[in-house]
């Protein structure tokens, strides 16, 4: 059996690393069209601002060669430019030696991850306009963090391009936020996001909302509130799965154009599988086909379309989209649906808010900290919460998200046995205060 992977991060890898253990005597082929296999590109902010030393190379887990030696036939600078399904063949340019070959397949893996919007607007295509998502694209923004850049503007408030405007502040460059939307962080509630806010301009950060970007002109972004001066522009407007392979081999798409998946990676189309970034998942609170671009359900989907792909029968479950973040002194946890959300998907849904803090109040290092948790109205059942909230706060959202994956209600969180003491929690928990708070209200 000869299985060919498009893609070389964190999907196909981890897929190509379980049929190499289920199926040793399989043939695995990756096609990989950049330089880099199993990297971070959520680490790259930590990487442009310094935090992390020794460049780039810190944010692979393991190399072309690693993968090499577990037997796997890794071919770098190998870009897939065509699917024929019906021949179980992919169309592929070598790039070192600038050539077009065919290479069959018995399974294909569709690994081919997310790409930053590009919005067609006029100058979006100037050198000093980058998107962020590759390790390539991490090169070119450390090597102008540490040229030395004065003016950095970053168009979206989406995670890594929030973490990026901190990045380059920390670099001493003026950094400039443009949202269109009321707030940053677009899954917050308004009056939560506007915390966000809040938090960066403190930190000097120049941040816009309810403005448009219309253009880029070298050295400037053009904006609804004026042009706004910039060496450097970062697309942080979120990413867009890279689908078009899959689409235009007549394989289906789902949710925002990312290729439709059943629950063991499989698509419509025969030997055809897909995993990560390119492909949708189901919201465990709606049972909605979703888009969402995270490295941990791409490594969990690679993980079970590798062992399925080996002959194996795994399930990958629905996803809550739990995501974290730092943002100057801010953390922030989500995970979930909103109340406005599981309103819009017909869940009776009711949301109760605390202030509270870190640690125990008299703490000296004790912060502030907001939990707004959503319940459904009748069964007390848990849907979704965000947290926003100095040191310790954010990773309190995994409570959340076991808890609703456990199928929990508000009841069961007041009732969970969870740790105490005064320099981690209050003696109730910020998760369980909320949960109380829930049941006044249903």
């Not at 168009?155 to 950094?175: D, H, P, Q, W």
Request: hydrophobic letters at 45%; charged letters at 20%.
């Amino acid at each position: 059996m000869r299985v060919l992977i498009i893609g070389g991060d964190a999907a196909g890898m981890t897929a190509a690393t379980r049929i190499r253990a289920g199926a040793p005597d399989a043939e695995v082929v990756v096609v990989e069209m950049g330089r880099f296999t199993s990297y971070s590109a959520c680490g790259i902010p930590f990487v442009v601002s310094g935090q992390v030393g020794g460049g780039v190379e810190r944010l692979v887990a393991r190399t072309p060669d690693r993968h090499r030696e577990a037997g796997i036939d890794v071919r770098m600078h190998h870009e897939a430019l065509a699917i024929d399904v019906a021949a179980g063949e992919v169309e592929v340019l070598d790039h070192h030696a600038g050539a077009v070959r065919r290479i069959g397949y018995d399974e294909l893996l569709i690994a081919t991850g997310g790409m930053a919007i590009r919005p067609e607007l006029p100058g979006i295509d100037l050198p000093f306009v980058h998107g962020v998502q590759t390790l390539e694209d991490a090169e070119t923004l450390l090597a102008v963090a540490e040229q030395g850049c004065h003016r950095t503007v970053v168009v979206g408030g989406g995670y890594i391009g929030l973490e990026l405007a901190e990045a380059f502040l920390e670099r001493g460059c003026v950094s400039t936020v443009v949202e269109k939307g009321t707030h940053p962080l677009g899954l917050l509630d308004r009056d939560l996001g506007e915390q966000v806010t809040e938090a960066m301009r403190a930190h000097g950060i120049d941040v816009r909302v309810g403005v448009d970007v219309t253009g880029f002109e070298r050295g400037s972004v053009a904006t609804s509130d004026g042009d706004v001066p910039a060496d450097l522009v970062v697309l942080g407007i979120g990413v867009a799965p890279r689908s078009s392979l899959a689409k235009e081999a007549g394989i289906t798409l789902g949710a925002r154009e990312s290729i439709r998946v059943d629950d063991r990676q499989r698509t419509s189309a025969s030997g055809v599988w897909a995993a990560g970034d390119c492909c949708e998942s189901t919201h465990r609170v709606t049972g909605a086909p979703v888009h969402i671009a995270l490295g941990t359900l791409a490594n969990k989907q690679g993980r079970v379309a590798g062992i399925n792909i080996a002959g194996g029968d795994l399930r990958m479950p629905p996803v809550l989209g739990t995501a974290v973040t730092k943002l100057c002194n801010l953390e922030v946890g989500i995970t979930g649906v909103t109340a406005g959300v599981a309103e819009q998907a017909g869940i009776d849904a009711v949301a109760v808010t605390v202030e509270t803090t870190t640690k125990a109040g008299y703490m000296p290092d004790s912060s502030s900290m907001t939990v707004r948790m959503a319940v459904e109205r009748g069964t007390g059942r848990v849907l979704g919460a965000q947290i926003l909230g100095g040191p310790g706060a954010a990773k309190r959202i995994d409570t959340v998200a076991t808890a609703i994956t456990a199928g929990m209600t508000a009841a069961d969180v007041v009732d969970l046995d969870l740790a105490y003491a005064p320099p981690f929690s209050s003696v109730w928990d910020p998760v369980a205060i909320a949960a109380r708070e829930a049941l006044k209200v249903i």
